[in-house]
């Protein structure tokens, strides 16, 4: 029986970051990829010049359209862009009663340009958290939807990482890589409060486009063929490290590069 992964997301015509990365990591990783398109963002490798918001009403059409018709084993969300937006996809998490939730809150592009509206994030707080199954912010994001300055060390993650739980998310994996240091050391915070930690060997590449796109997206395509999310977690996490290895293997543009999402294939 195939796993139907579902994205919720904006586009990226460069296909290293978006629906397209998505689609990418979901085909590598053994799952059908489906999409909801939630923005049109002309962004290449060096930024984004243009976004093009689809009206929330849409956004509900599509959901529904699909959902009506096709099982979905697990949902990863991305860029959502406005409150309209956060609203409309709230009310079909609940309508269809989605599984394996994993809410990316994309805010900021690699190049620094803003993706979600400011006075959406207390929509992406107050409507998107509780409904999600685990949340993947990095330390920015988690700062920004906490109300306060990132973390600079472990102690730090590991109290933001509780507070975003404390705010309705099941579980939360918070993403160390702005930390400084050889390591890239990630934080998985459980529905139980236990805190488990994955480690790996920082890649030293300036090709990271769509990093945090293409994590949630692999975590939520093997938790449907794993036992638990600690174990979705550290094989998403093994993807994306070998992914950054294979990064400098392609040619994309003249800014950051995508990662190598067949990298197993190619």
Request: net charge negative; with cysteine; hydrophobic share 40%.
């Amino acid at each position: 029986m195939s796993r139907n992964i579902l994205s919720i997301a904006g586009t990226d015509p460069s296909g290293g970051a978006g629906i397209q990365a998505d689609l990418k990591t979901f085909s590598a990783l053994g799952g059908y990829g489906m999409t909801v398109v939630t923005a049109l963002v002309a962004q290449t490798t060096t930024g984004v010049s243009e976004v093009l918001e689809v009206p929330p009403e849409f956004v509900t059409g599509q959901l529904t359209t699909l959902l009506d018709d096709v099982r979905v084993d697990a949902v990863k969300i991305g860029m959502l862009g406005s409150t309209g937006v956060v609203e409309a996809v709230a009310r079909a998490i609940d309508r269809y009663r989605l599984p394996n939730v994993v809410v990316d809150p994309v805010m900021v592009a690699k190049s620094g340009d803003r993706l979600l509206a400011p006075e959406a994030i207390e929509a992406v707080r107050s409507e998107l958290l509780p409904r999600a199954d685990l949340v993947t912010p990095n330390l920015p994001e988690a700062a920004e939807l906490l109300g306060e300055p990132p973390a600079t060390d472990l102690d730090g993650m590991r109290a933001h990482a509780d507070r975003l739980r404390k705010l309705g998310a099941r579980r939360v994996l918070l993403k160390g890589g702005h930390l400084p240091g050889p390591d890239s050391v990630d934080l998985l915070v459980s529905d139980d409060g236990g805190t488990t930690t994955f480690t790996a060997e920082r890649v030293p590449t300036e090709n990271t486009h769509g990093t945090g796109c293409t994590l949630s997206s692999a975590i939520a395509t093997l938790r449907p063929q794993r036992p638990g999310w600690p174990e979705a977690v550290r094989d998403a996490k093994s993807y994306i490290t070998e992914a950054l290895r294979r990064a400098d293997d392609l040619d994309v543009g003249h800014g950051k590069g995508p990662v190598h999402h067949f990298h197993a294939w190619w």
